[in-house]
């Protein structure tokens, strides 16, 4: 698998985009994702998760959105 965060759009404040819980863990466990705030450092923008749905093959898909904080 490559890179999941590898996309050819700059992302703004207020954008939204999906990743699955495994990519989300993955960006922990590199160190992306700061516990204080709640916020993933993807791309050189700030994300926070704005909600999840839960896929019926058992996966978790989360929405996340751009911050400027």
């Known amino acids: 698998m490559g890179n ?3 996309v ?8 939204t985009r999906d990743l699955s819980e495994r990519v ?8 992306k994702f700061d516990s204080y705030s709640q916020v993933y450092e993807l791309e050189g923008q700030r994300w926070k998760i704005q909600g ?3 896929q019926s093959n058992g996966e978790t898909l989360f929405t996340l959105v751009a911050v400027e904080e």
């Open 4 to 6: 999941p965060f590898n």
């Open 8 to 15: 050819l759009r700059p992302w703004g404040p207020g954008d």
């Open 24 to 31: 989300l863990k993955q960006a922990q466990l590199e160190g």
């Open 52 to 54: 999840r749905v839960s």
